[in-house]
């Protein structure tokens, strides 16, 4: 069976008001001004660098001289919340080895799917009947898939639950602008500590919360917008890798990578400074690329990142992506109801019931 169009997904205006929504009710005065200034390839605010465009935001990521552990980085939060040492915040030869030893690719693939593919044969089916709450069945792979990853013997939603709590708590870390503080018992650290003391190994925090978050953001947004565009009957074991790909280009699960740079350089014709932030916004480099053919790397690359500390878990992303569509793909579901998660590191949805349609 063909795959849809990239231009006929991308167009879909349903599907695109639905998910600006989740973008602008989760964090509002960001994505406000990230839109505004969308038109930039790169604006200077200050110490922070917002990077729009494609070719600012590879040659941030692969030319420029990064500070791995700077304040306000996903490396910075790890190694203050954890001690370090971890994937998020190493470099060169430690870096390349660990990556080597997180084998996040095929061979995860294969070793994980089958845990992910019962879950679905249990839980999907219950469309046939009535609703289906995507939110809560997202949680829950996820929460499985990550046990799986690093060995935790916690039930499955427990630790997806302590993920996101640790993630949302650390997202003011990322995030520009003035931050309120956090209430006794809620900082970062409390909510990472109750992360960590559900697995064999404290070091795989920073793993469990990407593992979890993105999977949770990616999966409920992706199938909303494949219901809202009703491309359900191009979904077959054929069409589904590459409509997965392009679902999470359209969506950019993790819209921003927060980076700082390490010395002084020139990016796009501005100068930066070492120590200025770098707002990088994978969700405009992804989209930037809606005219190329969704099977050209670039494009379905862009929102995990590029050259060496890309993101190592794309191809596990796709691979559950895939799988859900072929799942839900028979009942044609379209959305019941939709609320976005306002409180989430990433933005999402609190609950997305599905419904099944007709054929």
Do not use: K
């Amino acid at each position: 069976m063909t795959p849809p169009p990239a231009a006929s997904l991308a167009s879909g205006r349903r599907a695109r008001r639905r998910d600006r929504t989740v973008y602008l009710r989760s964090h509002p005065l960001l994505f406000a001004l990230l839109c505004a200034t969308r038109h930039r390839p790169v604006l200077r605010l200050g110490r922070t660098l917002l990077v729009h465009h494609p070719d600012a935001y590879r040659e941030a990521l692969t030319r420029l001289p990064l500070a791995r552990t700077a304040p306000g980085t996903t490396g910075g939060t790890a190694a203050r919340l954890t001690g370090g040492g971890l994937l998020f915040d190493q470099d060169g030869d430690e870096h390349r080895t660990a990556r080597r030893t997180l084998d996040l690719g095929t061979t995860a693939v294969r070793r994980l799917r089958p845990h992910w593919r019962a879950l679905l044969a249990e839980r999907v089916p219950a469309l046939a009947h009535g609703p289906l709450e995507l939110v809560d069945l997202a949680t829950e792979l996820a929460g499985t898939v990550t046990a799986e990853l690093t060995g935790c013997t916690a039930p499955p939603r427990q630790l997806a639950h302590a993920a996101r709590q640790a993630a949302a708590a650390t997202a003011r870390d990322h995030l520009p602008g003035p931050h309120r503080p956090a209430r006794p018992g809620r900082t970062a650290a409390d909510a990472v500590a109750r992360l960590t003391a559900l697995l064999p190994d404290p070091g795989q925090a920073m793993l469990a919360v990407a593992a979890v978050n993105t999977t949770v953001a990616a999966l409920p947004r992706a199938v909303a917008w494949c219901a809202d565009t009703r491309a359900w009957p191009t979904v077959d074991e054929d069409s589904a890798p590459a409509l997965a790909a392009e679902l999470l280009r359209l969506t950019a699960p993790s819209p921003l990578l927060p980076r700082a740079a390490a010395a002084d350089a020139v990016l796009a014709g501005h100068p930066v400074r070492a120590g200025d932030r770098l707002i990088l916004v994978a969700r405009h480099a992804a989209h930037a690329h809606r005219r190329t053919a969704p099977t050209d790397p670039a494009a379905t690359q862009a929102v995990f990142g590029t050259g060496p500390h890309a993101c190592p878990g794309a191809a596990l992303a796709r691979a559950q992506l895939a799988d859900l569509l072929l799942a839900l793909a028979p009942h044609h579901p379209h959305v019941l109801h939709s609320r976005a998660d306002r409180r989430a590191a990433l933005p999402g949805y609190a609950h997305l019931t599905l419904r099944r349609g007709t054929r």
